[in-house]
């Protein structure tokens, strides 16, 4: 069985300091890591996919990842209180089926 | 470009009415997924489509609920003798299913609201 491990939170982060969202995955073959971010009441919004061992920035988001460890996290520098929001990992691409097996996303609060 | 549309936005239905929710994925794009979401919950997988086909229903709750696509585009996930549980958001999202890494990526429709009294 698949499975995607994820604090639900809340993680709670001052205004202006970096937030650690953490994932952990269970199969060593998937080769597609996505980050979504679910602001209360709106649907999910991809913000950042990452396909190879290593470090990807996008503005103020750096996704890890490190299949070895099967562990992918993203950091957000400067939090803004926007930020504030369900921060959700997936992750696919062993198969043909182009599901993404999902977690449970972390909540987190960017305090002013 | 056109993202995923859903409708309606919000429904309301008395108990034992049937509904149907509509979505219309991203042009281009083969697979179409149905997720549903309760309150505070995370996305729990319905059903997912590969053109026109279904490889995996295993989601549905019961055979109250169904779903097809046809022309490899719209698809309609219809509720039969709706329940108080059913009451969630339901989410549709399509991705491209080709041959790229890209292919994997998601993206999600506004969602349909639904409520049964």
């Known amino acids: 069985q698949k499975e995607v491990e994820q604090n639900s939170g809340p993680l709670s982060v001052p205004e202006g300091a970096i937030a650690s969202l953490n994932c952990t995955y269970s199969?060593?073959?998937?080769?597609?890591f996505f980050w979504y971010r679910q602001y209360s009441g709106k649907s999910p919004e991809l913000i950042m996919s990452i396909y190879s061992n290593g470090d990807k920035e996008d503005g103020r988001f750096t996704a890890q990842l490190n299949k070895a460890s099967q562990y992918v996290s993203l950091l957000i520098r400067d939090s803004q209180p926007s930020d504030s929001a369900t921060y959700l990992c997936?992750?696919?691409?062993?198969?043909?089926?182009?599901?993404?097996?999902w977690g449970a996303g972390t909540k987190l609060i960017i305090k002013p | 470009g056109a993202g995923v549309s859903q409708s309606p936005s919000n429904k309301v239905t008395e108990k034992g009415k049937d509904v149907e929710l509509r979505c219309d994925p991203i042009s281009g794009h083969t697979a179409l997924y149905w997720y549903r979401q309760s309150l505070g919950q995370g996305l729990e997988f319905l059903i997912y489509?590969?053109?026109?086909?279904?490889?995996?229903k295993s989601g549905l709750p019961s055979d109250r609920f169904s779903a097809e696509r046809t022309g490899g585009s719209v698809s309609t996930l219809t509720i039969q003798r709706t329940q108080q549980e059913d009451s969630a958001v339901y989410l549709c999202?399509?991705?491209?299913?080709?041959?790229?890494?890209?292919?994997?990526?998601?993206?999600f429709g506004p969602g349909t609201r639904l409520t049964v009294t």
């Open positions: 999202a399509s991705s491209l299913a080709g041959g790229r890494q890209s292919s994997y990526e998601q993206y």
């Open positions: 199969d060593r073959v998937s080769q597609s």
């Open positions: 997936a992750f696919g691409g062993t198969d043909s089926n182009y599901q993404l097996i």
């Open positions: 489509f590969q053109g026109n086909s279904a490889p995996d």
